[in-house]
Structures are given as C-alpha cells and as structure tokens.
C-alpha cells in the first residue's frame, strides 16, 4: 500500500517492519484461533491508521487462501460528532485490496433513554460511549444483513492493556477486550488480529506506507481517563522494560483474551 518514493534505508526498514508484524499476525491468528475457512469477516474501518492497517493484513491474507475466508468494511459516519475520513481514500484503500466497502451514517442523542440500564448512567450518557455504541450497533446490524460470523476490530496490545489497567483502577476487575469474543446469543463472534502488536510498530508501518490521515479527528479522544492510563503505563514501562509481557501474560493465564459473553 505504498505510495511515493522511499529511500533505500526507508524501504529495508518498511520491509522489515513488515515482516515482523506479519509474523505477530500469523501468530495471533493461531494462538487465539481467530480465523477458520469459510469465514466471512466484517471490518470496522474508522479510517484511523490501526483499522486501515487491520484491512490490508485481512485483505493480504485473505490473497493466501489459507484459511479461506472472505471480507467486507463498513465506515461509519456518525453526524452529530465532528471526526471524519476521506471517504474517497476508504473507497481506493478497499479497492486495491478487492475488499467491498459499506458507508452508513447515523447519529445518537445523549439524552436517548435506550441505554441507560442505572448501572452507570454518567458513563452511558457520555459522548464516548454513545458514539462507540452506536458505532457497534452498526456493525452488529450490518454483519447480520450480509450473514459475517466475525467482526474484526482494529484494537492493537496497548489498547487491551490500557483497558485492563482502566478496569483495574476505575472498576475494581481483572479483564479487558479479548483477542475473541464469542457470542451466545447470535452466531457472531468478534476478532481483534492486531492484539499482539504494539501501537508503534503499527504507527511507523502506517508512516512508511503512506496511509492518509484522518480529516478531523474525534473532539473528545483525549477527554477521558484513558489519556492519563496511557501516561500510567509508559511511566511502568520506564520503570520495568518488560512490564507489557508481565501484563499481557497475566491476562493470557487468567483466561482473559478468549471469552464467552
């Protein structure tokens, strides 16, 4: 998915990247059985630079026949919340890849009932919140009309170690998004194949690439705790350079990366 010219130096790196983060990808795929043939896998594709990277990994792989399965996207644009990509540069992305694109566009009302089961209503009426569970309400809609047993999401290894480090400071639990998630009650399952890569590794490929970035980014991505668990977990990786494998090890043995829910 390269676009301009790179430098030799450039190129050996990109190509180096590249294979280390398709051996993660591989290893992902085995170690948490992401994918079986005849799956029909439906992406999330925000635009951002890990979604974009997630669909050409699947779109790759998907080349191999190896497991055969086939895959679509759905681009979400939500009216009410200023964070956009350009669609014509989703509409080309999916075209190389041979993957067909969906686009739909709702919106949400933070004063919508619908939600609120008293659990945590601050939580549940926040712009986060109903954006993500709109969002998800869109591909779970989508993946049933077009008959996807898998949606893939585009979550890397610092996503799912903030969250667990979220849950465990602000919730009192041990837990996080798993790498799979199966549902009970619909035949769907949810995938996240970047969960053994590192946000870097992702950023720099993306860099190499030429990926486009986004035309408006989410007003609210830094408005959260989440920011500040980001700034908690580098300052443990300064302290223990091996604190992302204590962490991600302590979650694979506690069960925590496959769920039923």
């Not at 799912?160 to 009970?184: E, V």
């Amino acid at each position: 998915m390269t676009t301009g010219t790179l430098s030799p130096t450039a190129e050996q790196e990109l190509a180096a990247l590249d294979h280390k983060l398709r051996k993660l990808f591989v290893k992902a795929f085995a170690t948490y059985h992401l994918l079986a043939d005849g799956d029909h896998v439906l992406v999330g594709l925000s635009g951002g630079k890990d979604s974009l990277f997630l669909l050409e990994m699947l779109g790759r792989q998907m080349r191999i026949h190896h497991p055969h399965f086939r895959v679509e996207a759905l681009h979400v644009r939500m009216k009410n919340i200023s964070y956009e990509s350009s669609t014509d540069y989703l509409e080309r992305f999916c075209r190389q890849l041979d993957i067909p694109l969906h686009i739909r566009i709702t919106s949400f009302d933070v004063n919508d009932a619908e939600h609120s089961s008293g659990r945590d209503l601050r939580r549940q009426k926040s712009p986060c919140f109903l954006c993500s569970w709109n969002r998800r309400k869109q591909l779970f809609n989508l993946a049933q009309e077009l008959g996807c047993n898998k949606i893939a999401l585009g979550h890397h290894q610092d996503d799912m170690i903030h969250t667990a480090l979220m849950n465990l400071t602000f919730q009192g639990r041990f837990g996080t998004m798993p790498a799979l998630l199966k549902m009970k009650k619909m035949p769907l399952a949810i995938i996240r194949p970047l969960c053994m890569m590192e946000e870097r590794d992702i950023a720099r490929y993306a860099e190499l690439s030429g990926y486009e970035k986004q035309l408006k980014r989410c007003p609210y991505e830094h408005d959260s705790h989440r920011t500040d668990i980001h700034e908690l977990f580098a300052l443990a990786e300064r302290m223990n350079p091996d604190a992302r494998h204590s962490i991600w090890n302590a979650l694979n043995t506690a069960g925590k990366l496959v769920e039923d829910y």
